[in-house]
């Protein structure tokens, strides 16, 4: 099999395990993935946080999005926008806001959506946590597909944390790797902080 041909089946089967965890084990690992991912000393560093919404069964980062707001001061929380081409840009939210534009990442969204004033370039992300559906102990990550994260992460600042979150399941043995993908600086899971 080529690369193309070993992401669909790698992508196929770990979309299974993450699907099958269930939803009180669920709840646990994202109650220790907020907790870990809060304790990362770039947390408190950090003026600006990229955050995703959860989609289908990826991690969910709302705890850590309710952590973050409490800081003193609190860091600026943006969230990724789609748009055509599979290009993302990312949008400051603001407390009590809900992220009603990117509640579902595989729709679309018109740039118009979102005011001028809330876009945030990505030189100016401090800290970025991003979904995936495998990752490796070399900080490889696989995700959906669209290569929209590979495509964006090349734009941060070379000090920008790059990392990637992720159940313990989601963890293989080796992720497939081509020319344009990223790795992540870190990856976290309710267990571990694996480094590259």
């Known amino acids: 099999m080529g690369l193309v041909e070993d992401k669909h089946a790698l992508r196929s089967s ?19 993935l907020a907790e870990r ?5 770039a947390v408190r560093n950090s003026r600006v946080v990229g955050v995703y919404q959860a989609y289908g069964s990826e991690a969910s980062l709302d705890d850590l999005v309710r952590a973050l707001r409490l800081l003193d001061p609190s860091p600026i ?24 534009f990117v509640q579902d990442p595989t729709l679309i969204q018109p740039l118009d959506i979102v005011s001028s004033e809330r876009l945030v370039h990505a030189e100016d992300i401090d800290l970025l946590f991003v979904p995936g559906i495998a990752f490796d102990e070399n900080c490889r990550r696989l ?9 964006f992460i090349p734009h941060l600042r070379g000090d920008c944390l790059v990392v990637g979150v992720a159940f313990d399941e989601q963890i293989c043995e080796s992720v497939p790797y081509g020319v344009h993908d990223r790795r992540m600086d870190y990856v976290v899971t309710p267990s571990r902080i694996i480094q590259r």
């Open 77 to 100: 929380v943006a969230y990724p926008v789609m748009h055509a081409d599979s290009i993302i840009t990312f949008a400051a939210v603001e407390r009590g806001e809900a992220p009603l």
């Open 14 to 32: 770990m979309r299974g395990v993450r699907d099958a965890i269930g939803p009180l084990q669920r709840k646990g690992y994202e109650d220790d």
């Open 37 to 41: 991912l809060y304790k990362l000393p």
């Open 143 to 151: 995700g959906q597909g669209g290569g929209c994260y590979d495509r």
